[in-house]
């Protein structure tokens, strides 16, 4: 029945009972609205059946519940509003879905309760380091398992605090993105293969107390304000490829303990009023 049906629209109604899970066998739908009505109950996850045809899901303004369905993650560019639901509280929207991964626009994506921000970022720094040919990405882009329990991931109050992933096999560059940990205070990407420079936005972790990036194959130059981490005790950025000279006010630190750079190419003096 209705497996030609294109367009199925039945928004603004009084709709009652659940969305028929056989929905999901109307292989030519491109556009599945039932918004403001009174649906409840769970949004059956066939609907991710419909990837290649549908290009619009509204589900928005009714009392459906429960566990978002990562299936509708495979809706490759479509538009999924589901805004102004009962949606489980204690669970995680899709990953998929949050980081817009495959759909065009998810209402729900700016949702920090189910979408939190940190959670998109280590997503984003994931993809930018590698993260498929890690050593060890144990829960990494689980489409529900909260990212205070991904490896190497520490939490506080499901704030990150703390991103250990010394040597685990990362590549690729680190993340602009890292300017969204702003409660970080230990950062540990040591002896992997990181490539480029150290994003300019690292001076923007006001919490830092530990930098340790040593032994990768980092370039560049030194961020030049990275003196502004006012409570970096320890900067680890030894053996690697960085040029030029030394931030010049990194030498007047009244919180840096331990700082080595040794094994790189800088340039420069060392100041005579140090110490």
């Known amino acids: 029945r209705f497996q030609s049906l294109q367009i199925f629209n039945l928004a603004g109604n009084k709709l009652t009972s ?13 556009v599945f609205d039932l918004s403001n ?26 009392n459906l519940s ?43 994506a700016d949702n920090v309760r ?13 993809d930018s380091a590698k993260g498929a040919e890690w050593t060890d990405g144990s829960l990494w882009l689980d489409e529900y398992a909260s990212h205070c329990n991904w490896t ?16 685990n096999g990362l590549s690729g560059r680190l993340s602009e993105r890292i300017r969204n940990f702003n409660f970080i205070e230990e950062l540990d990407l040591s002896d992997n293969d990181i490539e480029g420079s150290i994003p300019a936005e690292i001076d ?9 990036l040593s032994s990768n194959a980092f370039t560049g130059s030194i961020p030049e304000d990275i003196d502004l981490l006012s409570k970096l005790t320890y900067l680890g950025l030894n053996d690697n490829a960085f040029n030029g000279s030394i931030p010049e ?3 007047t630190s009244q919180s840096l303990k331990i700082m080595n750079l040794a094994g790189n190419k800088l340039s420069g003096t060392i100041p005579p009023t140090i110490g």
């Open 18 to 30: 659940i969305i028929p899970p056989s929905i999901g066998s109307m292989s030519v739908l491109e």
């Open 37 to 62: 009505n009174d649906l409840e109950s769970l949004i059956p996850p066939e609907l991710g059946k419909l990837d290649g045809s549908l290009q619009f899901l509204g589900l928005s303004n009714n």
């Open 66 to 108: 429960g566990v978002i369905p990562s299936e509708l993650g495979l809706l490759q560019d479509a538009s999924v509003l589901l805004k102004g639901n009962s949606f489980n509280d204690s669970s995680n929207a899709p990953l998929s879905l949050c980081t817009l991964r495959s759909v065009k626009e998810f209402d729900l």
């Open 114 to 126: 189910l979408c939190p921000d940190e959670r998109n970022t280590l997503s984003e720094f994931y």
């Open 152 to 167: 190497g991931v520490t939490c506080e109050k499901n704030r990150v605090t703390e991103l250990n992933l010394a040597n």
């Open 204 to 212: 923007s972790l006001s919490y830092l107390t530990y930098l340790r």
């Open 249 to 251: 006010d990194i030498w």
